[in-house]
């Protein structure tokens, strides 16, 4: 199995977590945003993934190579494929809600930090490096501040997004986190979720996927 990611990349850091999480030995292939053009924008790369986006994950699956996208439908295929360390609930209800919160972060608040994104903002659109970080910053609290109200009001709760084990919204919340402190956010307004980010940076899956903590770091 190899994961093809970037270090800071919130949808690889989510994957990593994933993968940790359920203890799956995996290569890594660094795959860089900003150097060389953009190794994801490389014709070899989009071979892999004709979207240029990362993670890829290439795996193999009753005898054939799968060259998998999208860091959601990755976890998805891990939690099929190996149901150890479950990263969904049992109760059909629950899973839908554990999805719905990890759905909040990777569909309504990260592709607005996405890289292309913010490039676009400060290159074509030609705001300065201020106006995009104050953009940034009131709709990632947006987002943030709405998953903060409904865990907060929900008794399914716990240590973590759902319960006491981590769960696919985790494997989410805490690169949103990261990428919300480097945006320097104003994340006193979200103790519950600064309160789980805590509980989750404490486990060795979450401590050994953090940026920092990867090979093509800078």
Same mark, same amino acid.
């Given at each position: 199995?190899?994961?093809?990611?970037?270090?800071?990349? #919130?949808?690889?850091?989510?994957?990593?977590?994933? @993968? *940790?999480?359920?203890?799956?030995?995996?290569?890594?292939?660094?795959?860089?945003?900003?150097?060389?053009?953009?190794?994801? +924008?490389?014709?070899?790369? %989009?071979? @892999?993934?004709?979207?240029?986006?990362?993670?890829?994950?290439?795996?193999?699956?009753?005898?054939?190579?799968?060259?998998? #996208?999208? #860091?959601?439908?990755?976890?998805?295929?891990?939690?099929?494929?190996?149901?150890?360390?479950?990263? +969904?609930?049992? *109760?059909?209800?629950? /899973?839908?809600?554990? /999805?719905? +919160?990890?759905?909040?972060?990777?569909?309504?608040?990260?592709?607005? #930090?996405?890289? !292309?994104?913010?490039?676009?903002?400060?290159?074509?659109?030609?705001?300065?490096?201020?106006?995009?970080?104050?953009?940034?910053?009131?709709?990632?609290?947006?987002?943030?501040?709405?998953?903060?109200?409904?865990?907060?009001?929900?008794?399914?709760?716990?240590?973590?997004?759902?319960?006491?084990?981590?769960?696919?919204?985790?494997?989410?919340?805490?690169?949103?986190?990261?990428?919300?402190? %480097?945006?320097?956010?104003? @994340?006193?307004?979200?103790?519950?979720?600064? !309160?789980?980010?805590?509980?989750?940076?404490?486990?060795?899956?979450?401590?050994?996927?953090?940026?920092? *903590?990867?090979?093509?770091?800078?």
């Amino acid at each position: 199995m190899k994961l093809y990611g970037y270090f800071r990349s #919130s949808a690889s850091y989510r994957v990593r977590i994933a @993968l *940790n999480l359920k203890g799956l030995a995996y290569d890594s292939e660094a795959v860089h945003l900003v150097k060389n053009g953009g190794e994801q +924008l490389s014709a070899s790369f %989009r071979t @892999l993934n004709p979207e240029a986006l990362v993670p890829a994950l290439v795996d193999e699956h009753e005898g054939v190579e799968l060259a998998l #996208s999208q #860091s959601l439908a990755i976890m998805e295929y891990l939690e099929e494929k190996y149901p150890a360390s479950a990263l +969904l609930p049992k *109760n059909l209800a629950d /899973r839908a809600h554990v /999805r719905a +919160l990890a759905l909040a972060i990777a569909c309504d608040v990260h592709p607005l #930090s996405n890289l !292309r994104v913010l490039k676009y903002l400060t290159g074509t659109l030609g705001i300065s490096e201020e106006q995009k970080n104050t953009w940034y910053q009131h709709w990632c609290m947006t987002g943030l501040s709405a998953l903060e109200t409904k865990i907060a009001a929900d008794p399914r709760s716990g240590k973590f997004c759902y319960g006491d084990t981590p769960t696919l919204a985790d494997c989410c919340l805490v690169p949103q986190i990261y990428n919300a402190q %480097r945006f320097k956010c104003d @994340l006193s307004t979200t103790p519950q979720l600064m !309160r789980i980010h805590q509980n989750c940076m404490e486990l060795q899956a979450f401590i050994l996927a953090a940026p920092g *903590n990867q090979a093509d770091a800078e």
